[in-house]
């Protein structure tokens, strides 16, 4: 629809009150659905990703834990560096 046509419409609308309010009624349902179905998504990635942040701090745990090695195992060079 060009400009003027929409502009027409619009015009033509708001001289009919039961008519504009009739269509502000439905825009404002439609947008609460869009609305929540982008909150729903938001909040699923929302989810997944602090999901992915806990298991990748456990994961990190563990490997700290089980890639360490007791104080006195661990070789030494001349310096006295473990590198």
Known sequence: MSYPQYETAMRTMMKDLDYLYTSIVQDIFHLGKVLG?????????????ML???????????????NSAPAETVIKNSAGSPF
């Open 37 to 49: 179905k982008k909150y729903k998504l938001i909040r699923l990635a929302y989810n997944i990703f």
């Open 52 to 66: 992915g942040i806990i298991a990748s701090v456990v994961a990190f745990s563990i490997a700290v834990i089980f």
